[in-house]
């Protein structure tokens, strides 16, 4: 299986210090050490984005800078970048940001090797967070999706997920002779690069949750089987001995190993991998096709789609087999289960007279659909479980007469903020990194 050049790694690739910065004595809180966060819940913002002014930092590349905070905050649907107000200076005119409507301001100079930002509340005059970074230069697009985070964080009270990267299958070609290569790329869509050539086709790519590495299915050799990958170095290697398939791979949320599903007869087993040689478990064996494995977040349980019951639907079972429970129970075909990290939603494709996205209580209560068309498939969650990605297929063919257009899609998990998540070709199969810092 040929691969293109290999990756920077996603730990230490910032390869700097982070300082924080003591607000000015006229801009301190009552406790400088507990600086305040703005009081407002991610429902509020939902419905009444948070306005925030990010005039353009100084420095040579501060305006590149400023620009990707901008866009990060004002697609996670929660933010309203405003304009107006006066130049940001030391000391900021709070009354001419109030006059704007913003709550919140971000100042901040970037220069080659160094960064440094500063989030205030407007309506009390006081600063939030201060923090500089100091970094190579090359690195100014990540530290652009750190400030995103930081800021993200302090005014919503949960983690962001801006710096971070999908890895997804780009398709072309025409539908009968159609490449498939792997690809990675950050969230908002820049620094877009393959993988593999294209020489075989590839699947359902899955990231590790701390280690620079990724598995996926590929027909290498016209073979079908599970690979892992190593983004830094290029290394690869075959998981797992099996004389039937090896397909829909995720890792375990310790990272320890691979799950996996195996052909057997007509139907499929879930199996696991160790990493380190642990060897293999089968933890199905119902005779029926049990795929598309998944760990809760703690580790203690995996849900899966069987057809076990004589229609393909979801259940749940511990993490060491046996005692599988169904939990879907609408009308239609359920697949492609996926836990949300924190742990209180799984998202689906649901397969019906149209496809859906939808979530659901691990327990099967309180189903939703999120979005549904001619074809939807394949969710992953962003890090923080707020947003789900998936790919859409379109029912027109394009104008070279070739296949189906497929392409990504973001959309927060209430079902509101839909957006087109933009790549050079089709694209599908979807899967969302951790945080890289």
């Given at each position: 299986m040929s691969l293109i050049t290999p990756i920077i790694g996603?730990?230490?690739?910032?390869?700097?210090?982070?300082?924080?910065?003591?607000?000015?004595?006229?801009?301190?809180?009552?406790?400088?050490?507990?600086?305040?966060?703005a009081a407002i819940t991610v429902d509020r913002a939902r419905t009444d984005p948070i306005p925030i002014a990010i005039p353009t930092m100084g420095g040579?590349?501060?305006?590149?800078?400023?620009?990707?905070i901008s866009a990060d905050l004002q697609r996670s649907g929660l933010f309203k970048p405003v304009s107006g107000g006066a130049a940001a200076g030391d000391a900021p005119n709070f009354n001419a940001w109030k006059a704007t409507g913003a709550q919140a301001l971000v100042t901040g100079t970037a220069t080659s090797g160094r960064v440094e930002f500063r989030l205030w509340d407007v309506p009390v005059g006081q600063q939030i967070q201060g923090t500089a970074y100091?970094?190579?230069?090359?690195?100014?697009?990540?530290?652009?999706?750190?400030?995103a985070d930081v800021i993200y964080e302090r005014l919503l009270g949960e983690k962001g997920y801006f710096d971070t990267r999908i890895v997804y299958v780009a398709g072309s070609g025409p539908r009968d002779r159609r490449v498939k290569r792997l690809a990675i790329m950050d969230q908002d869509s820049e620094n877009n690069r393959y993988l593999t050539d294209g020489s075989w086709l590839v699947l359902t790519p899955r990231f590790h949750p701390t280690r620079d590495e990724i598995v996926f299915m590929s027909y290498a050799n016209n073979r079908p089987r599970v690979y892992s990958f190593n983004l830094g170095s290029g290394a690869q290697r075959v998981l797992g001995e099996f004389d039937g398939i090896t397909f829909a791979p995720r890792f375990a949320p310790d990272g320890s190993h691979v799950i996996m599903s195996v052909t057997r007869g007509a139907g499929s087993d879930i199996v696991t991998v160790g990493l380190g040689g642990g060897g293999s478990q089968r933890l199905t064996n119902s005779g029926a096709i049990d795929t598309s494995p998944c760990y809760s977040p703690d580790g203690s349980q995996i849900v899966f789609n069987s057809d076990r019951g004589g229609d393909?639907?979801?259940?749940?079972?511990?993490?060491g087999g046996g005692?599988?429970?169904?939990?879907?129970?609408?009308?239609?075909?359920?697949?492609?289960?996926v836990w949300s990290p924190?742990?209180?939603?799984?998202?689906?494709?649901?397969?019906?007279?149209?496809?859906?996205?939808?979530?659901?209580?691990?327990?099967?209560?309180?189903?939703?659909?999120?979005?549904e068309s001619f074809d939807v498939e394949g969710p992953t969650f962003c890090p923080n479980g707020r947003v789900l990605m998936f790919f859409r297929e379109s029912a027109a063919r394009d104008n070279r007469g070739g296949g189906y257009g497929s392409k990504l899609v973001s959309i927060?998990?209430?079902?509101?903020?839909?957006?087109?998540?933009p790549t050079a070709g089709d694209a599908s199969d979807p899967a969302w990194s951790p945080l890289l810092a």
């Open positions: 996603r730990r230490g690739a910032l390869a700097g210090t982070a300082t924080l910065l003591t607000a000015p004595a006229w801009a301190q809180a009552p406790n400088p050490g507990s600086a305040p966060t040579d590349l501060g305006a590149q800078i400023t620009g990707v100091t970094t190579a230069a090359g690195n100014w697009r990540r530290v652009a999706h750190i400030i393909q639907q979801l259940y749940v079972m511990s993490s005692g599988a429970k169904r939990i879907s129970f609408g009308s239609g075909r359920y697949a492609t289960p924190r742990g209180d939603l799984i998202a689906f494709t649901r397969l019906g007279s149209s496809f859906a996205i939808g979530v659901m209580h691990p327990d099967g209560s309180g189903e939703r659909i999120l979005s927060d998990i209430t079902g509101f903020n839909e957006r087109a998540v």
